[in-house]
Each structure stands twice: as C-alpha cells, then as structure tokens.
Nanobody, 128 residues
Framework: QVQLVESGGGSVQAGGSLRLSCVVF??????????MGWFRQAPGNEREGVAA????????LYADSVKGRFTISQDNAKNTLYLQMNSLKPEDTAMYYC???????????????????WGQGTQVTVSS
C-alpha cells in the first residue's frame, strides 16, 4: 500500500521560505517512475495544483501564481518529493498536499483525478 507523508509546513512571515517534503512509503521501486505533484487548498477554496513533475522525464510544471518562487524536485534514492517555496505571500496560506500516480497523466496534470495516492497534508501559514 503506497502512502505519502508530508512534512515541513509551518508559519512564516511574508517573504520567507519553507521546504516541504513528501516521503513515499510502501513502494519498493523508485519514484522516478511516478508522476507527482503538489496541490494546495485554502479554506473556502477548491484544491488547486501548484507544481508537478513528470514520471521518468523530470519535466516540471508550475501554476502561474508560483512560477519563479516555488521549485519542485525529487530525490529518487530517498523516494522523497520536495517543494522549495521562496518569497512566500499571505495568499500562499493553505493546506499543501502531495499526490502521486503511476498512470500517464500524473505529473502533467492539475486534475486531482489523475492522482491515486495522496498525503494527509501539511499546513503553511504566511503572515503579512
């Protein structure tokens, strides 16, 4: 059973940085073969895609709202996905979720339906 566990959230002031981590458990292979992404959801808002990375190719995808500030990366040896978040803004405040799937579509899509596996989320709060 594949499980995703996020960590790294917290409270920071605007302009600060955080790095989120997502460890993949229950999978003996490499996350190199998984399409993965980070989503976020603020109270009263729909879940939105933030950043994604294609399986095997390493091609990345970013929402316009975070381009130039957030960086998605992965350490295949550690089966860990990262989201480096710089120049944080109050509007980045949300619960952040890691998502993954082996199917085509994951890693190149903002649709939650393309991701079978989800973490429990980690809260990011940015104060002005």
């Amino acid at each position: 059973q594949v499980q995703l566990v996020e960590s790294g959230g917290g409270s920071v002031q605007a302009g600060g940085s955080l790095r989120l981590s997502c460890v993949v458990f229950g999978y003996t292979g490499s996350i190199y073969y998984m399409g993965m992404g980070w989503f976020r959801q603020a109270p009263g808002n729909e879940r939105e895609g933030v950043a994604a990375i294609y399986a095997t190719g390493g091609t990345t995808l970013y929402a316009d709202s975070v381009k130039g500030r957030f960086t998605i990366s992965q350490d295949n040896a550690k089966n860990t996905l990262y989201l480096q978040m710089n120049s944080l803004k109050p509007e980045d405040t949300a619960m952040y979720y890691c998502a993954a799937d082996f199917r085509a579509g994951a890693g190149s899509s903002w649709s939650a339906r393309d991701y079978k596996y989800w973490g429990q989320g980690t809260q990011v709060t940015v104060s002005s």
